[in-house]
């Protein structure tokens, strides 16, 4: 069992910057890969980025290629989402998911474990 718990969101004007953070319980964190979706109102849950178990590998939506950055810190169990270059567009609520296994899915079905979410909102 895995408990996720994300931090991090806010209100930031377009531009801006926002990092979120994503704590995991349990002694078997490696074991996960992690990733991000996020929410719009009205629209489905979309793949943001995703990390394997040891962080080596990572994958981007190609929305947020190059302004987005997901990483990792097994011995911290955290897994975080740096964002740069923030568009109104990115506005979501965005959620933490935990895959057992080492690599990671584009498909939320793929996830086992969920997170609450946090609110980010982009202001133009």
């Known amino acids: 069992q895995v408990q996720l718990v994300e931090s991090g969101g806010g209100l930031v004007q377009a531009g801006g910057s926002l990092r979120l953070s994503c704590a995991a319980s349990?002694?078997?964190?490696?074991?996960?890969?992690m990733a991000w979706f996020r929410q719009a109102p009205g629209k489905e849950r979309e793949f943001v980025a995703a990390i394997n178990w040891s962080g080596g590998s990572t994958y981007h939506a190609d929305s947020v290629k190059g302004r987005f950055t997901i990483s990792r810190d097994n011995a911290k169990n955290t897994v975080l989402l740096q964002m740069n270059s923030l568009k109104p567009e990115d506005t979501a609520v965005y959620y933490c998911a935990a895959r057992f296994g080492r690599t990671g899915s584009y498909y939320s079905d793929g996830y086992n474990y969920w997170g609450q979410g946090t609110q980010v909102t982009v202001s133009s």
């Open positions: 349990g002694r078997t964190f490696s074991m996960y890969a």
